[in-house]
Structures are given as structure tokens and as C-alpha cells.
């Protein structure tokens, strides 16, 4: 079975500074990892993805992640955040070769002008 | 493209009451999903479906049953409301294709369920 733990709840930061969203996972298995974003009084929508490969992930809107197997993280950074990026994120984690998603408890991103 | 559509975005039962909520994809997609999510708790799988007329209890299936009985749509109900159902409630869905798995799911906007 997989768990995913994002370690901080709630991030606030300022506008044009760097932001980490961290998160862990914990499996037996070789996993998918993903990142998901959530506007207010959306649904969620794919950010980035790692399957395999380069361990660096660049997704949409200026996020990267990088997947470190041997401390299994997949921590969400962004060098310059904009008031546009205060959503919730969620961090996710599949079983390679299984379709069934396990989602973290999600991190409120606040930035402040 | 529509994409994942709910219906209805808002609801408001009483204690006892029965609805259903209605899931409609246009991606052609075999996986479907029922996510309920809270505060602090992430999406929490309450059923999913792998293809037309097959479904699976998820994480907390209990209270809630589904039926997909053509591949687009996928229908959660809720055949007793109770309080503790109070939730905001997202269908999802994915593609098969590839091997190996690691297909995004896809969301709708979610429907906003009080039970009073």
C-alpha cells in the first residue's frame, strides 16, 4: 500500500519569492508520483507528472519537481510565484502499472502581494 | 471539450433523504472514480469503475452506491443522507491507454453536498 504526506499544510509567501511545497510518499513498489493544483470551487488539474527518467519535472505554469527516490520525495518548487498561484496543491502517488490514485491531504499555497 | 461534467454543483438534503449524483465524460475514458473531500483529508475514493458495468468499493464506500451503466457516465447515490455525508464530491476519470499506468486523472468542478 502507498501513503503520501505533505508536510506543511499551509504555505504563505510573498509575491516574486521561491516557493517548495514538500512532500513524501511511502510505497513497496515503484510508484507514479504526481502533482495536482486547485482553484477555488474547482476540480483539481494535472500540474506535472514523473513516470521515469530524468528525476527534474517541469510542468505548467513555471512548477518543477524533482523526485528523489532514496529520501522518496517529490517536492513542488517554483522560483517567482505570482498572486495567480494561491490555489491548494495535492501531491499524489500510483502503483506502477495501476490506475488507482492515493492523494496527499493537500497544501494551501497564500501569496501575498 | 467538456471534459468531466457533475450535475448538480449544489445540493442540500435533509436527514433520510436519497439523491443521486450524475457524472458524464466525453474522453472516452474506461477508469471512473467518486472522491469525497474534507478539510484536511485529502480525496478520499469512495467507489470506482473500470469499464461499463463493472464497479469497485473504494476507501469509504460505505453509504453510497454507484452504477455505470454506460461508459461515459458513472452515478454515485446516496440511498439515506446523513450529516457525516456532508462533502464537497468529485468524479474522475482516466484512460487506459499505455502500459504501465501513470495516466492523470481528470476532474469535474465538483458538487457541494449539505445534509441537514
Known amino acids: 500500500a502507498q501513503s503520501v504526506t505533505q508536510l506543511d499544510s499551509q504555505v504563505p509567501v510573498f509575491e516574486e519569492a521561491p516557493v517548495e511545497l514538500r512532500c513524501n510518499y511511502s510505497?513497496?513498489?515503484?510508484?507514479?508520483l504526481f502533482w495536482y493544483v486547485q482553484y477555488p470551487n474547482q476540480g483539481l488539474q494535472l500540474l506535472l507528472k514523473?513516470?521515469?527518467?530524468?528525476?527534474l519535472v517541469k510542468g505548467i505554469n513555471g512548477f518543477e519537481a524533482e523526485f528523489n527516490k532514496s529520501q522518496t520525495s517529490f517536492h513542488l518548487r517554483k522560483p517567482s510565484v505570482h498572486i495567480s498561484d494561491t490555489a491548494e496543491y495535492f501531491c499524489?502517488?500510483?502503483?506502477?502499472?495501476?490506475?488507482?490514485?492515493?492523494f496527499g491531504a493537500g497544501t494551501r499555497l497564500f501569496v501575498k502581494a | 471539450n467538456a471534459g468531466v461534467t457533475q450535475t448538480p454543483k449544489f445540493r442540500v438534503l435533509k436527514t433520510g433523504q436519497s439523491m443521486t449524483l450524475l457524472c458524464a465524460q466525453d474522453m472516452n475514458h474506461e477508469y471512473m472514480y467518486w472522491y469525497r473531500q474534507d478539510p484536511g483529508m485529502g480525496l478520499r475514493l469512495i467507489h470506482y469503475s473500470v469499464g461499463e458495468g463493472t464497479t469497485a468499493k473504494g476507501e469509504v464506500p460505505d453509504g453510497y452506491n454507484v452504477s455505470r451503466l454506460k461508459k461515459q457516465n458513472f452515478l454515485l447515490g446516496l440511498e439515506s443522507a446523513a450529516p457525516s455525508q456532508t462533502s464537497v464530491y468529485f468524479c474522475a476519470s482516466s484512460s487506459n491507454q499505455g502500459t504501465g499506468g501513470g495516466q492523470p486523472q481528470h476532474f469535474g468542478d465538483g458538487t457541494r453536498l449539505s445534509i441537514l
Open positions: 514523473y513516470l521515469s527518467g530524468s528525476t
Open positions: 499524489a502517488v500510483s502503483e506502477t502499472g495501476g490506475f488507482k490514485t492515493i
Open positions: 510505497s513497496s513498489v515503484s510508484v507514479y
